[in-house]
């Protein structure tokens, strides 16, 4: 390789370096000549001038002397050299007074090293957070106008509800009915349709209805037939529901999981499966009470069994129905005062499931277990049961009334803070969380 003067290197000064004292400092490298740099290295044009334990200057001498893959690296360093103008390498190395493969190995070396640094602190003219942060303000402006959109009527909207006697359903009855639905309401005791009727417009009409009865649910069907018509029918509410008995699964018999499933989980499938004509008719919508103990099984009993049923059966129900525009809603309630979270019924229930449980198995939990198991239930079921039970049918009529109904609604705070997001993390967190809460058996094995 041939340098100017024959003088060792160290013992002379550079040409380029006393033009390069006089000259300014090259313009400031910008985001796009990083990149390019950045794509220079990487397609090799650069990088194989940084061998690990190379000399530097040598290989890019002889890069350029033997490849053009070099060129595109030199011409970019000329061009900082000259302040960000064009020029061409052999130009640069003449305005330096050297030769211009020593200038363009410099040069090289300079940049590089330059690009190295700065790329350290490169950020791109807007971090990929902003873009982020964007994306989601615009994805829930767009749900938020979408969940807010109503179907243009609801005075001609028939709607029926099952087990109307009392709480969620009962109120939702009446909220309908001031709304200007028209609210066919199914009631399993003559008392509860009576309560209804009064203090209701006579666009609110009610029949009975045990939905554990395939007789009573045709006979239901033909009354509900008959009221609305060709139209068809604009909404089913399965609200029907028992939770007893509920407890440890020890103490159960199969009897209590079958009588809580023919309520909670074959009633409603039966009365949807009977009502289905009818709602495709009107393409309308199905709402399914479940419960955020069809997310997370927190007891034992049929009750988290037939609401995880509840959850299986509309999940597939909506996709089978999704061609005939007919929509499946889940409500997923979390703790709500009403008589399925009545701890008079709950502790009576659990007291025959106690009394009548096998000796031996009741000496493994030991005598203070029983009283010691209600007082754990009563603390949470007092802490966590909502007073405030209108929450869950004000999800019942977005799901009614909405153009688009969302596919889950987890009314009340602890199903949104606790279950929901609970139910999404691994069972051993779910499991020690239980185990620390509940009384312990006396005699148990860890
Ligand atoms: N309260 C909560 O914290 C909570 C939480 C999650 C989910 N849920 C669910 O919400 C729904 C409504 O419960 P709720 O809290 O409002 O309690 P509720 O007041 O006891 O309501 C349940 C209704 O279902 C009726 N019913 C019971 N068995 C029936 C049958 N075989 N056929 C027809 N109707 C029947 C009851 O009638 P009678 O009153 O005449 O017995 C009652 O009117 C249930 O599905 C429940 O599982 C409740």
């Known amino acids: 390789m041939q340098r100017r003067g024959g003088l060792a290197p160290q013992q002379r000064r550079h040409p380029a370096e006393q033009t390069r004292a006089k000259r300014p400092p090259p313009a400031p490298l910008v985001g796009p000549e990083l990149l390019l740099l950045g794509l220079r290295l990487r397609r090799g044009s650069v990088s194989r001038l940084q061998a690990p334990g190379g000399d530097l200057r040598l290989r890019a001498a002889s890069a350029w002397a033997t490849d053009v893959a070099a060129e595109p690296a030199a011409q970019w360093a000329a061009h900082c050299l000259n302040g960000g103008r064009e020029l061409r390498c052999v130009d640069a190395a003449a305005s330096l007074g050297c030769t211009w493969t020593d200038s363009v190995n410099q040069v090289l070396r300079g940049a590089v090293s330059s690009a190295k640094n700065r790329s350290k602190g490169l950020q791109p003219p807007c971090p990929m957070w902003c873009y982020v942060v964007v994306f989601l303000i615009i994805w829930c402006l767009g749900w938020f106008l979408r969940d807010k959109r109503t179907i ?3 005075t001609n909207k028939h709607v029926f509800i099952t087990g109307c006697d009392t709480g969620f359903g009962n109120l939702l009855a009446r909220r309908l009915d001031r709304k200007g639905f028209k609210v066919l309401a199914g009631c399993l005791t003559q008392k509860g349709a009576d309560d209804l009727q009064t203090g209701t417009s ?3 009409k009610t029949t009975l209805l045990d939905v554990t009865s395939t007789e009573s649910i045709k006979r239901a069907v033909q009354w509900v037939a008959a009221e609305v018509g060709e139209k068809g029918l604009h909404a089913l509410v399965n609200n029907a529901g028992v939770a007893n008995p509920i407890g440890p699964t020890e103490w159960m018999t199969v009897h209590d999981y079958r009588k809580v499933m023919e309520v909670n989980t074959f009633g409603t499938i039966e009365v949807t499966l009977n009502f289905l004509p009818m709602i495709k ?9 479940a419960s955020v103990l069809g997310r997370l099984s927190a007891n034992g009993g049929g009750y988290c069994v037939s609401k995880y049923a509840v959850e299986a059966f509309s999940d597939s129900l909506r996709r089978d129905m999704y061609h005939f525009g007919v929509k499946v809603c889940i409500i997923e309630p979390g703790f709500f005062k009403t008589a399925v979270t009545s701890l008079d019924s709950i502790e009576d229930a659990l007291q025959k499931l106690w009394n009548q449980m096998d000796p031996d ?13 209600l007082r754990v239930q009563r603390t949470i079921m007092t802490f966590i049961c909502d007073p405030d039970i209108s929450k869950v049918p004000k999800c ?32 051993f967190i779910i499991d020690a969380v239980l185990a620390f809460i509940l009384p312990k058996p006396a005699h148990r094995a860890r």
Request: glycine fraction near 6%; charge should be positive.
């Open 361 to 373: 198995a009741r000496r493994t939990y030991g005598d203070k277990y029983f009283q010691n198991y």
């Open 281 to 289: 008719r009107a393409t309308g919508r199905v709402v399914n009470m």
């Open 152 to 154: 243009d009527t609801v």
């Open 396 to 427: 019942i009529e977005h799901a009614l009334e909405a153009r688009h109904p969302r596919t889950r609604y987890s009314p009340g705070w602890d199903a949104k803070l606790v279950w929901i997001p609970g139910s999404y993390l691994p069972a």
């Open 202 to 204: 006579p666009n609110l």
